[in-house]
């Protein structure tokens, strides 16, 4: 058996990927794909490309443990590379982009890592479709500074899909960020991998910012919103075509700490600009195409853009 397990990581080629947004998220990527023998090339500011082209990415992490890794970095993507993850906030997208030019793009995989569901349209109109592969990305990692990552999770998990993607490019892709160590797998329909996530993480949102409480008291002190927005977005899923199960999502939030956070809440807490046009306001215009009522999310997001954010 381990004479079979070498032989299967010895399979996957060196591949080049650069990462759009070195931070929690695509700081620990780049640090894991280096770790493993990969070339990472880190897109971002000329300050902090300088930084991680002096200092390489540190990790601290209980499930990968303490390590640095090299990394290249340069402000625009400049050479062919297999694949880019985009890894920014949806807030600082449109601003990113102009770090991959259309033309230095080419044949690569864009991989955008971000929350919502309307992105994909965006980058297909700007690059190749079928070389756009949206993935869902579950972990908790944090930049603390300009090349020094906090993972603070016990899984880094990756589902690739990409409607029209030539399946051979997702295989290959989620074969080298398992090798990297984490739990990466290619999935078949894009938008059941889409609106599964914002199935779960629109109520979590909306619910912890608005009320500036974590998961345990929000899921106790608002539980009768909890349960509406649940049921809302269950039924705006449906109605793209992806399952949901409302009972099931609720259950996920039960079993979550009682001092989990969302992202965006941390924004808002840090007095950055939300993800709630994104989030919420994908979320209701989806609703309103589909006929679907949701008027406890219309709420809350009304009085999250009230409350100035």
């Known amino acids: 058996m381990a ?71 340069d402000t625009e993507l400049r050479e062919p590379v297999d694949a880019c993850l985009i890894a920014v906030k949806h807030t600082a997208l449109g601003t990113a982009l102009d770090r991959i030019p259309p033309a230095a793009a080419g044949d690569a995989l864009l991989v955008p890592l971000l929350n919502g569901v309307e992105h994909p349209a965006a980058l297909r109109a700007r690059y190749r479709p079928d070389r756009v592969a949206p993935a869902v990305i579950r972990v908790e990692s944090t930049r603390i500074s300009p090349g020094v990552i906090e993972h603070g999770s016990p899984f880094t998990e990756i589902d690739l899909a990409g409607d029209g993607v030539p399946r051979a490019r997702l295989d290959t892709l989620a074969g080298t960020l398992a090798e990297a160590g984490t739990t990466a797998r ?81 924004d808002a807490e840090a007095g950055r600009p939300l993800e709630l046009d994104a989030i919420g306001g994908a979320l209701l215009r989806a609703a309103e195409r589909h006929g679907v009522p949701a008027p406890v999310t219309a709420r809350l997001v009304g009085e999250l853009h009230a409350s100035g954010h």
């Open 3 to 73: 004479t079979e397990q070498t032989v299967a990581v010895q399979t996957v080629a060196v591949q080049t990927v650069a990462i759009l947004g070195p931070g929690g998220t695509g700081g620990l990527l780049a640090a894991l794909l280096s770790r493993s023998g990969h070339r990472a090339i880190c897109l971002a500011r000329e300050g902090t490309a300088e930084t991680l082209r002096r200092t390489g990415i540190t990790v601290r992490s209980a499930q990968y443990g303490e390590f640095t890794a090299p990394v290249e970095a």
């Open 186 to 266: 290619a999935v078949e329909d894009e938008t059941t991998a889409l609106w599964a996530k914002m199935a779960f993480l629109a109520p979590f949102a909306l619910l912890t910012t608005r009320y500036g409480l974590p998961l345990g008291e929000a899921r106790t002190r608002h539980r009768e919103e909890l349960q509406a927005l649940v049921a809302e977005t269950a039924a705006v899923s449906r109605a793209c075509g992806a399952p949901a199960d409302p009972a099931q999502a609720l259950a996920r939030y039960d079993a979550f700490p009682p001092g989990a956070k969302s992202s965006m809440q941390r």
